[in-house]
């Protein structure tokens, strides 16, 4: 009997690990992959609420650390490709190192890998954006298949102020005057599950998405305006006002002192518009689409938040948390510096 070769279906899809799937994109991408019909495995710490919701929509539960390589390992068998987003943390190069070694052993054909655009410079002083250069190093000479996926300040830290817009009709700036292309979450995992489905023409690049256009606070101001249908009034406000807000309200966002401490430092390179740069085509190119607008991004946000109704008592512990933020007590200098390590 003659052998007939074996040849694999194009039609067959990869199987997809997603870390930090209970994370912004690592969510949105895992719905849509689910949707499409992907199977995909999330590696999550816990049986928490989000991950229990995508279990229920049909992805496969991997409990394990970043730091395991046992764990990732388990996690890792059977994968075809993997989006290996790291948490706001300290310890990415040491456990990015870790994941390299244990995606060699299974075999893994691809890695999408969440960086970012400010890394590109040196000065920064973030420790998580030096960790993410020498991800970058520890990717590029791994031999891994590997796709650095670079976007810039995410639009979803543009309405953490949103209940001092919607209920007082203010919005604290602490950018100056620099500009961003804000980029919506939907469109960054857009372009993810669009690398994760079809990887090979991006082996080897950096990715750099952006929104449609850069945008200035007063622009920001004038579109919040327009959505919120009353005025919204810029204020500018300093460093040290922003890390007390930070230290204040930053727990109800998920964020601890770690990230707290490494917006600061976004916030200078928005300071110094380092952000302004022309827009991409990736979401484009990836998606089909363009990327949405801020006004777009801002009508979502707003929709759902649950500032949006203004009544007396909305209203009023909005005022008492906007006015004893200023006394807020915050890490010392050198606390700081310990806590961006």
């Known amino acids: 009997m003659e052998n007939i ?3 694999v279906s194009t039609d067959m899809k990869p199987k997809i690990l997603i870390t930090l799937a209970t994370g912004k994109t690592g969510y949105a991408s895992t719905v849509q992959l689910l949707q499409e019909g992907y ?5 999550v710490r816990s049986r928490n609420a989000k991950a229990l919701e995508l279990e229920k929509l049909g992805a496969e539960l991997a409990l394990g650390s970043f730091s395991d390589k046992q764990q990732l390992k388990r996690a890792l068998t059977g994968i075809d490709n993997v989006y290996y987003c790291y948490p706001y943390k300290s310890g990415m190069a040491k ?15 691809a890695v999408v890998f969440m960086g970012q655009r400010i890394a590109e410079f040196a000065d920064t002083g973030s420790a998580l954006t030096t960790d993410v250069r020498k991800s970058y190093d520890l990717f590029k000479r791994s031999g891994l298949n590997v796709v650095l996926f670079a976007p810039g300040y995410f639009a979803d830290n543009a309405f953490v102020i949103a209940e001092y817009v919607l209920q007082l009709g203010l919005m604290p700036n602490p950018f100056g005057k620099g500009k961003n292309l804000w ?14 489905k079809k990887p090979e023409p991006y082996f080897g690049q950096k990715l750099f998405p952006t929104g449609n256009k850069s945008i ?5 101001a ?7 249908g009353m005025k919204v009034t810029k204020i500018d406000i300093p460093d040290w006002l922003f890390f007390k807000a930070g230290i204040m309200t930053g727990m109800d966002f998920g964020f601890d002192k770690f990230a707290i401490v490494q917006s600061t430092f976004y916030n200078r390179q928005m300071q110094m518009n380092r952000f302004d740069i022309e827009p991409t085509n990736v979401v484009k190119e990836l998606t ?14 707003f929709d759902a938040s649950p500032f949006k109704q203004r009544t007396l008592s909305s209203w009023l512990k909005t005022v008492i948390k906007f006015n004893i933020m200023p006394f807020t007590k915050v890490p010392s200098k050198k606390e700081r510096t310990e806590i961006n390590q």
């Open 222 to 228: 004038a579109i919040f305006s327009k959505v919120r």
């Open 183 to 196: 980029i919506s979450i939907e469109d960054m995992s857009r372009c993810i599950v669009s690398l994760l």
């Open 288 to 301: 089909g689409r363009e990327p949405e607008d801020f006004e777009t991004i801002t009508r979502q946000y």
């Open 39 to 43: 199977p995909v495995r999330i590696y």
């Open 216 to 220: 200035s606070p007063a622009e920001m």
């Open 5 to 7: 070769p074996f040849s």
């Open 95 to 109: 456990d990015v190192a870790l994941f390299i070694e244990a995606a060699k052993e299974a075999n893994i054909n």
